[in-house]
């Protein structure tokens, strides 16, 4: 098998993340590029079902049974074809394991496709890396100002564990395997991207957020041309209604799950990149628990931030 899939290798690119760092935005900016074949989060739903069926961590980390209900009744929901993204290529999130979702990615690119592109949190293919594609991918990475990423995080992990009550009181590190740095590494993003370097790139392409947002003709012409896609002037333009991403491959529950949680809002309504206007969030004005999370992870961006695409300005 793995012989035939790599002479059908065609261009295959991944986007890694951290969360919050408008990666989902970028990802419908690409659906609607020609001949683009999109996998949405795959290792998310892999790591999800991993944990809710691992007693160890449901027990380390109770919170998230507040998710792992929320995803169970999204899934009977579906069950009953109840649903917003039925009749498109979404998978149900029970067929995700680490296996699985590896041989998916090594399959040939779908027909009628050119690229394969996948967006993915690094914090869900940490500790996982030998469940990678084991054909040749394009690894290119996705980073934020840690400050904006850090206010975002406390604000959408409330729902996630189950906060109520007043938000200044939330504390995203507690009970949260996906901020626990003795599960995983203390700066996934980071900690792939020195990877990538060490083994399959020693360049891989990084762009920031808030230059894609200020100067997205500039940052989406260099990133096609990084990654061998033909740019066009209408990518910077897409249609606002979200109906389409159910043409996405990926975790059906988790992306009906994301809408019902309006997780996805923003992005799943947008329709171009829109300027930050200078806009910077002071780390002084963070929660503490946000606060902790800008000095984790702050060195790991600042040693990212000066090899990304520049907009030359």
């Not at 295959?12 to 020609?34: A, G, H, Q, Y």
């Not at 998230?64 to 899934?75: A, P």
């Not at 500039?218 to 249609?239: D, H, M, S, T």
Request: with cysteine; charged share 25%; net charge negative.
């Amino acid at each position: 098998m793995a012989e035939s899939v790599i002479k059908d290798n065609g261009n295959r690119i991944f986007l890694w993340c951290n969360p919050r760092s408008l990666s989902t935005v970028f990802e419908k900016c690409v659906s609607f590029m020609d001949g683009a074949q999109v996998w949405h989060e795959p290792y998310v739903a892999c790591n999800l079902n991993f944990l809710f069926s691992t007693p160890e961590y449901l027990a380390k980390f109770p919170k998230i049974n507040n998710t792992k209900g929320q995803i169970k009744d999204t899934t009977e929901e579906i069950d009953n074809f109840d649903h917003y993204f039925d009749g498109g290529n979404l998978t149900p999130s029970s067929y995700f394991n680490y296996d699985w979702v590896q041989e998916q990615l090594e399959k040939p690119i779908a027909e009628g496709k050119s690229f394969m592109f996948v967006k993915e949190a690094t914090v869900c293919i940490d500790g996982f890396y030998d469940k990678l594609p084991r054909i040749p991918f394009r690894h290119t990475f996705i980073i934020r100002d840690p400050c904006k990423v850090a206010k975002s995080l406390h604000v959408v992990y409330q729902p996630f564990l189950g906060h109520e009550g007043d938000s200044d009181s939330f504390d995203m590190f507690e009970s949260n395997p996906f901020l626990n740095w003795d599960r995983i590494s203390k700066n996934p993003v980071h900690s792939l991207w020195k990877y990538v370097k060490e083994n399959f790139d020693p360049n891989p392409v990084v762009i920031d957020a808030d230059d894609l947002q200020n100067y997205p003709d500039v940052i989406l012409r260099k990133y096609c041309e990084a990654v061998g896609i033909p740019f066009k002037e209408k990518y910077l333009q897409w249609p606002e209604s979200d109906k389409s991403l159910k043409y996405c491959y990926g975790p059906l529950d988790q992306m009906v799950w994301g809408k019902k949680q309006h997780v996805y809002d923003a992005a799943f309504a947008s329709s171009c990149f829109h300027p930050t206007r200078g806009e910077k969030i002071a780390f002084e004005d963070l929660t503490p628990d946000a606060q902790r999370y800008v000095g984790d992870v702050r060195e790991g961006y600042e040693e990212m931030y000066p090899t990304r695409i520049k907009p030359d300005i």
